[in-house]
């Protein structure tokens, strides 16, 4: 894309791939899945002007290094704080989508002091209504195809037909996928180390986090960053009603709900920019980040993929 830079940094012995663009307060966004970077493509020329947008990708997706382990959710979280320490970036504002959000959920609990603000796309957060969760749990169906051993791999690797499934009946209006974009994501999972990544990451949420949620361990933690939730109405996985009580566990927590499904960015960009810059005033100069020295190796082009 034009105005978009690409670099990788190592931070937890890993080496990660950053995409950034624009100049002004920064912007850490933390994509979903089955996605990248390039989930954030339609908020770049919506938000470059007045921001500086950094768009990584998370263990195990895009360009980044996808190990054998550490997809639970605190380590994802932990990865993209020393993301921000190998980018010179003390504190910013912060955007996620679904996992992505999730792990700033968890990002935010952990290391408060390093977030001004936390926009949370298409996810609920740690303290969802129980009995409305239980009503609703038949709406996860689909990970049940991802998450089990051997299998969740197999289907990434050798079924694509579901991912493409799983793309367009997130959006309200699959007609806004532009030629080529679902083939990327699509695409983007099919290797045997990112099929892993993306197998494990599911699995780990139902090992740690539902028996979390399920026991209420997230009810002895509050959220002292101030956070939106922005939720399609055609959400397919998430409904208003699990979204009640947050506000008991947070200094600053609230919901919206907004047209669209479970893949904002990519079906309302209009709607999450004009969202963000509400949010995050540009104007904000209580930012102070550390310029960082380029090295040869963040310097390295893209790979071969990076022809979008």
């Known amino acids: 894309m034009d105005g978009v830079e690409h670099r990788f940094v190592e931070a937890r012995a890993m080496r990660f791939h950053v995409a950034g663009a624009g100049e002004g307060p920064p912007l850490l966004f933390l994509h979903g899945f089955p996605q990248h970077w390039y989930a954030w493509r339609h908020l770049i020329p919506r938000l ?6 950094v768009m ?7 360009w980044s290094d996808a190990p054998y382990r550490g997809y639970g959710t605190r380590d994802r979280a932990a990865d993209m704080l020393a993301v921000m320490d190998a980018l010179g970036l003390d504190r910013v504002g912060l955007v996620g989508h679904e996992w992505g959000a999730w792990a700033g959920f968890r990002a935010c609990l952990d290391a408060p002091d390093r977030f001004t ?7 609920v957060h740690p303290w969802p209504d129980q009995r409305a969760t239980r009503r609703n749990a038949w709406r996860m169906w689909y990970t ?17 037909g579901f991912t493409r499934y799983h793309l367009r009946r997130g959006v309200v209006d699959p007609a806004c996928w532009r030629a080529g974009e679902l083939e990327e994501f699509v695409a983007s999972v099919r290797s045997r180390a990112h099929a892993h990544a993306g197998r494990a990451l599911h699995w780990q949420y139902v090992l740690h986090d539902i028996p979390a949620l399920a026991t209420g361990r997230f009810r002895r933690e509050r959220l002292a960053v101030p956070a939106t939730v922005l939720l399609g109405a055609g959400d397919f996985a998430f409904v208003p009603e699990m979204l009640e ?15 669209g499904g479970h ?31 380029r090295s040869r190796a963040d310097r390295a082009p893209a790979p071969a993929r990076a022809r979008i």
């Open 48 to 53: 470059a002007d007045r921001y500086r947008l």
């Open 56 to 62: 990584p990708d998370m263990r195990g997706a895009g």
């Open 117 to 123: 603000r936390f926009l949370a796309l298409n996810i």
């Open 144 to 160: 049940a195809l991802w998450e089990y051993p051997l299998l969740g791999g197999a289907i990434l690797r050798h079924w694509p």
């Open 245 to 259: 009580g947050g506000a008991d566990h947070a200094d600053e927590l609230d919901s919206r709900i907004v047209p």
């Open 263 to 293: 893949y904002l960015a990519d079906e309302r960009p209009e709607l999450v920019a004009a969202t963000i810059r509400e949010l995050f005033p540009a104007t904000e100069t209580t930012v102070q980040n550390r310029p960082l020295a």
